[in-house]
């Protein structure tokens, strides 16, 4: 091409994008207003306009216009519209068609809207294909067959392109809004915006940060990852709740999707939200409160109210990796009971076992395991090990039998040929329990009853269950399927679904991986749970690091891997609010910080601070100095009796808060705005 030419037809590509976006599509749009349509990088013009949306630059450096998408749709995008819309006993049913493909491969071209009037506070509506079943996350939700006779919502649909706005029938205030932005169903991209009443939004997890999320252009993103908190980065669950305030009223409402695959939501200023997931269904409910505190009650309605802690659960926890041996364990112990300082419960991180092998404890550093645990019952104290899910698969045949049975029963995660998918994680290679499979859980039930016959635990701690993997994918890496690497990927950590975690395409009895990753912590808490009930036939304690909606119902949560520094010390506010918010009212943080050595300073504000979690565990890890209570001056020592005497004299009553989270779905820990 020669230079004139080619300058005209720069010129031309030019002319006609300022004339297609200075036209009626996408002139007007405010920037707050703008939704993204090429959240993928390498946004520019060409591939922009490719996809017929409108490109409008901001200038450089413009501070107002940070993070605003250059790439949005213009108000006419082609999207589904309504067919037919026919009255059904529990609402309506809608029929949905879209005529122009979207820019995704499979778009579905026929959709299926169901509307539930559920209850007077909690709307449900499910947009799905009626011709070909698609995965849905296999947790258990009510079933209403008949529509509530009055609601505190209103219900309206758009036509053409379709939309659906939910309101609040006493003050019309605006719940959901699916107009702001364009419907994209397709195999592996779903995508649906609503607006905000407010910026006052919390929830979305899990991840770092302030406990009221930024609206200004942030994303969220949910694929269980073995992650360090780290502001910005998606964690070790996935919670796709949100509340949202609604201004001067002071009522609230909060919108459930039940999705579990990888997924994001990105929050603009408008204020609005769009979620992008890659597979599934869009099951959406919508909680109307009106106190922050009801909105979570009916929450936990659909998704399982948490379970009932025994008394002693709610005492303080002292744990560490680096005891060393089983005597230095008890002697820790001895010496907080010298001090006078409050303890219920000793735990034992992985180096209890042979090989950190679930399931063996070490007869030489940890010969005197029984006996620690003997001393903590004759004291009224309790004791509870880490288990990994991860199983070696390593030793020698007749030499390792949570190994040779799972073989037997077939009870592992396959990998795309359909043999046991082999990963590495603290023993080294390692195969996954599928805890979808009910021969899984009798499996896993037979490992934790055996193990109780050797050292008589009162809990279970579950870690590394995101899962945890130090190989990506497989030893064997992972095929390159439309699983692994598919058209769309959210913006997770290392921009790939197996980074630190088994192969997506790997299937488990029930479904892929790519599919139920979200789920698997939440599966291993269900087994867990319920072994731990018949073997000991009291109360189960459970506590694991990964979750999902629901979890609540079998495990609580603590924080994860932190540091011993001030900010996460501060931050362990907003990580105990949120998950209070997702039903899951037994949080609390490594106190005095994990990762690092504390100081003495930090410690004793945080053993104060942690006083008041709802879990009280102070965890540190392997080569950090100790920082048991006892390892401080007599002042430090003194200060920390004092909070935890205070958190004892308060017991009645934080047991109290979990009877009534148990049997309302309320909060224990929870912000001052619930009251
Ligand atoms: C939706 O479409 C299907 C066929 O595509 C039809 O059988 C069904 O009756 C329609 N439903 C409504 C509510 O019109
Ligand atoms: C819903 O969103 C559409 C598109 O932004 C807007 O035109 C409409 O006014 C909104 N509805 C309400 C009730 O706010
Ligand atoms: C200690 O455990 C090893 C296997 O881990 C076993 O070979 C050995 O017999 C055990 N010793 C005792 C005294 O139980
Ligand atoms: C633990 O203490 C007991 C009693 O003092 C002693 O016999 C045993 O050897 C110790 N074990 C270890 C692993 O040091
Ligand atoms: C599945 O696992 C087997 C046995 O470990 C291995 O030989 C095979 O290559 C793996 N397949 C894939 C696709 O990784
Ligand atoms: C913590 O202190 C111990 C003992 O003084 C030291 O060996 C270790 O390197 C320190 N850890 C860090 C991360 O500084
Ligand atoms: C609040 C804080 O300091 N968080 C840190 C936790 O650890 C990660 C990983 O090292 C850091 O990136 C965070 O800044």
Redesign the pocket.
């Known amino acids: 091409m020669s230079t004139s030419s080619r300058r005209i037809c720069l010129l031309y590509i030019f002319l006609s994008n300022l004339v297609m976006t200075l036209g009626m599509q996408c002139s007007g749009i405010r920037p707050s207003f703008r939704f993204d349509c090429y959240p993928e990088t390498g946004s520019n013009q060409q591939n922009c306009n490719k996809r017929g949306c409108c490109w409008l630059p901001s200038p450089r450096n413009d501070r107002v216009l940070e993070g605003v998408p250059s790439c949005f749709y213009p108000r006419d995008f082609p999207s589904y519209q309504m067919d037919s819309l026919k009255q059904t006993d529990f609402g309506y049913s809608l029929n949905l068609t879209r005529t122009t493909k979207s820019y995704y491969e499979k778009d579905v071209m026929q959709l299926q809207m169901d509307v539930y009037y559920e209850t007077a506070q909690r709307l449900h509506f499910k947009i799905y294909d009626p011709k070909v079943k698609r995965y849905e996350v296999p947790i258990t939700t009510p079933k209403v067959a008949k529509r509530a006779p009055l609601t505190e919502y209103n219900v309206q649909f758009s036509k053409s392109p379709l939309g659906i706005l939910v309101t609040r029938a006493k003050d019309s205030t605006v719940l959901f809004n699916s107009s702001v932005s364009t419907l994209i169903f397709s195999d592996q991209f779903l995508q649906i915006s609503t607006s905000l009443s407010t910026q006052f939004i919390y929830g979305l997890g899990e991840h770092r940060g302030r406990f009221r999320l930024s609206s200004d252009w942030k994303t969220y993103s949910m694929w269980a990852r073995d992650q360090p908190p780290k502001v910005g980065a998606n964690l070790y669950g996935s919670h796709p709740f949100y509340l949202n305030l609604e201004g001067s009223s002071g009522r609230s409402h909060g919108v459930f999707l039940l999705n579990s695959n990888a997924m994001e939501v990105a929050i603009q200023p408008a204020p609005a939200l769009t979620y992008r997931s890659i597979g599934g269904i869009l099951d959406f409910y919508i909680f109307l409160g009106p106190g922050p505190d009801e909105v979570i009650q009916q929450y936990t309605e659909v998704i399982g109210h948490p379970f009932m802690p025994p008394y002693w659960g709610l005492g303080f926890h002292l744990c560490r990796w680096g005891y060393g041996s089983a005597n230095k364990t008890l002697a820790v112990v001895k010496k907080m009971k010298a001090a006078g300082i409050p303890q219920d419960t000793q735990w034992s991180d992985i180096e209890y076992a042979v090989g950190r092998k679930d399931f063996t404890f070490n007869n030489n550093t940890y010969a005197e395991l029984p006996d620690l645990i003997r001393y903590c019952h004759a004291n009224s104290m309790h004791f509870i090990p880490i288990v990994d899910p991860a199983i070696s698969s390593t030793q020698a045949p007749g030499t390792y039998s949570p190994y040779d049975a799972g073989i037997v029963g077939d009870v592992f995660v396959k990998n795309s040929s359909g043999n046991p998918l082999v990963g590495k994680v603290w023993p080294g290679e390692t195969v996954f329990p599928d805890f979808f499979n009910e021969k899984t859980k009798s499996w896993w039930f037979d490992q934790i009853k055996d193990f109780h016959a050797q050292i008589h635990f009162d809990g279970i701690w579950i870690d590394m269950n995101e899962p945890s993997s130090f190989v990506d994918g497989s030893v064997d890496g992972c095929a390159d399927t439309l699983f692994d690497n598919p058209p769309y990927t959210p913006s997770i950590l290392d921009g790939k679904l197996s980074a630190k975690t088994i192969c997506a395409s790997a299937t488990h009895c029930i479904g892929r991986h790519y599919d139920l990753h979200n789920l698997y912590g939440y599966s291993e808490a269900v087994a867990t749970n319920s072994a731990l009930v018949k073997v000991r036939e009291k109360r189960s304690f459970v506590i694991s690091r990964s979750t999902y909606p629901g979890s609540g119902k079998y495990a609580g949560h603590w924080l994860g891997d932190n540091y011993s520094l001030w900010p996460d010390m501060a931050y362990s506010i907003a990580g105990i609010m949120s998950f209070s918010l997702f039903g899951i009212p037994l949080v609390g943080a490594d106190i005095c910080g994990f990762?690092?050595?504390t100081s003495e300073e930090l410690c004793q504000r945080w053993m104060q601070l942690g006083a008041f979690y709802p879990f009280s565990r102070n965890h540190n890890t392997l080569?950090?100095?100790d920082q048991d209570p006892t390892a401080f001056s007599d002042d430090m020592q003194s200060s920390t009796r004092k909070a935890l005497n205070l958190r004892y004299a308060l017991l009645p009553y934080i047991y109290t808060l979990f009877h009534f989270a148990h049997v309302k779905g309320s909060t224990v820990a929870r912000p001052l705005f619930f009251e």
Do not use: F, Q, R
């Open positions: 990762n690092l050595n080569g950090s100095k």
